[in-house]
């Protein structure tokens, strides 16, 4: 079988960018085959701009207050991916619901990440709403974007215990650290090959029989 060529990523980012970082880390250290041709930001002001740019990766801005109405904005940055022939677009804190124009542009091709384990908790205030709710046990997602909010087939997730002790940017942080190792993951699985959705479902093909330890919170005697 042909070795399969490096995954085209467009990453769409708003903020300062951590999880581009894990995704490009993770292709500089030959986990993933993978290249990102474009990075784009809805603002200029995004810190992950010049994360992307210290690795040589190009940047555009585009301001969704330029644009009428949603669909014009995604029109735009469908526009500028699809001109640097991305395969696979990666929202990588972007923080702009997607409409029916670039989800048909790039059908069953656009991956999120949520901080919290889906679909409890959907939004922006995952880790907040998991302490509020007093679950014992949070995490994050992955997921194929649909129209909705967080509301995708789920690829994969991570666990992590709620302690007695945390905030909600105390416990952010511990989940953003799974985050950052799920993403590019997903990623890989994705660039291999190996997802395939079913309905609601992602189904992996040649995942671990084997299952993981269960995680107990608080843990048992």
Do not use: W
């Given at each position: 079988?042909?070795?399969?060529?490096?995954?085209?990523l467009g990453v769409l980012i708003s903020g300062r960018g951590s999880n581009l970082q894990a995704i490009i880390d993770s292709i500089e250290r030959g986990e993933l085959k993978a290249e990102i041709p474009i990075v784009i930001?809805?603002?200029?002001?995004?810190?992950?701009?010049?994360?992307?740019?210290?690795?040589?990766i190009e940047t555009t801005v585009i301001d969704h207050r330029k644009f009428a109405t949603r669909e014009d904005f995604d029109r735009a940055v469908a526009a500028a991916l699809k001109?640097?022939?991305?395969?696979?677009?990666?929202c990588a804190g972007f923080m702009r619901l997607l409409s029916h124009v670039i989800l048909e542009a790039f059908p069953n091709r656009i991956l999120n990440t949520h901080n919290a384990l889906l679909?409890?908790?959907?939004?922006?205030?995952?880790?907040?709403?998991?302490?509020?709710?007093?679950?014992?046990?949070?995490?994050?997602?992955?997921?194929?974007?649909?129209?909705?909010?967080?509301?995708?087939?789920i690829v994969i997730q991570a666990a992590v215990?709620?302690?007695?002790?945390?905030?909600?940017?105390?416990?952010?942080?511990?989940?953003?650290?799974?985050?950052?190792?799920i993403y590019p993951y997903a990623i890989r699985?994705?660039?291999?090959?190996r997802l395939e959705i079913s309905g609601?479902?992602?189904i992996v093909r040649d995942a671990p029989s084997d299952p993981p330890a269960p995680i107990v919170n608080p843990p048992l005697p």
């Open positions: 079988m042909a070795e399969r060529p490096p995954l085209k930001s809805n603002r200029a002001d995004a810190r992950g701009l010049a994360r992307a740019e210290k690795h040589g001109a640097k022939s991305v395969e696979l677009v990666i679909p409890a908790f959907p939004g922006i205030h995952g880790p907040r709403d998991a302490i509020e709710h007093g679950v014992k046990i949070a995490g994050c997602t992955v997921f194929f974007v649909t129209e909705g909010i967080d509301t995708g087939p215990p709620v302690l007695p002790s945390d905030d909600e940017e105390t416990l952010a942080a511990r989940i953003v650290e799974q985050e950052h190792r699985l994705y660039q291999e090959g609601r479902k992602v």
